[in-house]
């Protein structure tokens, strides 16, 4: 009989053995599983952030800037963030026909000379204020101080 109980001790200590194994298994896994490890990038980037190339010509220094593209971006809003980042300012007025630029930094449109500040987008001057005109990914804006003939 003391051979028995023996025999059942050895069986019972093995089998608690082995739960005690595979429930450690077991939390180990699943913890490796919830464990972030140091070479695993937090973000991956996937795409290239769109740019906007936006020029300031005051007819003496012509400078260039680039911006984050953002979808519905006015060229008013380009240059609006290209200004507040480089701690320029600002003059405008709103008219019906939109937004008119008189003052970018230390230079402001000059009645006496005809002198305003006009804007290009890919070259082509647009017909609609600078806060209509809705920019695409990667197109070139320009405003230029310019003397108008009349």
């Known amino acids: 009989m003391e ?6 001790s050895t069986v019972l200590g093995t089998l608690v ?15 490796q599983d919830d464990t972030i490890t140091a070479t695993e990038p937090a973000v991956t980037l996937t795409e290239e952030v769109e740019t906007v190339a936006v020029t300031i010509n005051d007819s003496v220094q012509e400078n260039y800037y680039t911006t984050a593209y953002l979808d519905g971006m006015s060229a008013f809003e380009a240059l609006q963030t290209i200004v507040q980042r480089e701690g320029m300012e600002v003059d405008y007025e709103q008219y019906d026909f ?5 003052g970018i930094g230390d230079t402001l449109a ?5 002198s305003y500040w ?14 209509s005109y809705l920019l695409e990914a990667d197109d070139k804006v320009e405003f230029r101080y310019e003397r108008l003939d009349f």
Do not use: E, H
């Open 110 to 114: 000059d009645d006496t000379t005809s």
């Open 98 to 102: 939109g937004v008119m630029i008189n």
């Open 118 to 131: 006009l804007y290009y987008v890919n070259d082509q001057s647009p017909t609609v204020g600078a806060d």
């Open 17 to 31: 053995l082995v739960a005690c194994v595979s429930a450690a298994g077991f939390w180990i896994n699943r913890l």
């Open 3 to 8: 051979k028995k109980n023996q025999n059942l």
